[in-house]
């Protein structure tokens, strides 16, 4: 009996391991929740940190080894324009530099820091690229209001 207890739950491992391996890539934001008011932070750039959760394992740019399961975010602020962006950039901030699952939404970009905006953050591969799923990038978007 308890081999067969046994050898059921490698099989049930190993098959979940399979459908984790196989399943699409996602990305979502935990932290702000979409429609809430967030305070600014205090520093130059009006900083408020954004967490972010995937399926992906998230680490410095240059860091995954050759793993395909593997990148970092990038943020835009307002992405249909640039009035968020980093001045010569076409993004406001991204995770690269250390990984995990915190990054900073830089609002001092703004044109207009305080007011009604859009956090968007798309999941990147080890060499900035897209990560794709069905032919589109992977991405998520949510309405902030900052004061």
């Not at 996602?26 to 702000?32: G, H, K, R, S, Y």
């Not at 798309?122 to 897209?130: G, I, K, M, S, T």
Request: proline share 7%; charged share 15%.
């Amino acid at each position: 009996m308890m081999k067969f207890a046994y050898g059921t739950v490698l099989l049930l491992v190993s098959a979940l391991s399979t459908a984790q391996a196989d399943e699409a890539p996602n990305l979502e934001i935990v932290w702000p929740v979409a429609n809430t008011e967030i305070a600014l932070g205090s520093d130059t750039q009006k900083s408020v940190g954004v967490v972010v959760k995937s399926n992906f394992r998230l680490m410095p740019a240059g860091q995954c080894g050759g793993d395909p399961r593997c990148g970092h975010i990038h943020m835009k602020i307002d992405p249909d324009g640039d009035t968020c962006s980093v001045p010569g950039k076409t993004y406001n901030s991204m995770n690269s530099d250390f990984g995990g699952n915190l990054i900073k939404a830089n609002f001092g970009y703004c044109a207009v820091p305080s007011g009604k905006h859009v956090i968007g953050i798309l999941l990147a591969d080890d060499h900035h690229q897209p990560v794709l799923s069905n032919g589109k990038p992977v991405t998520a978007l949510i309405p902030v209001t900052t004061r």
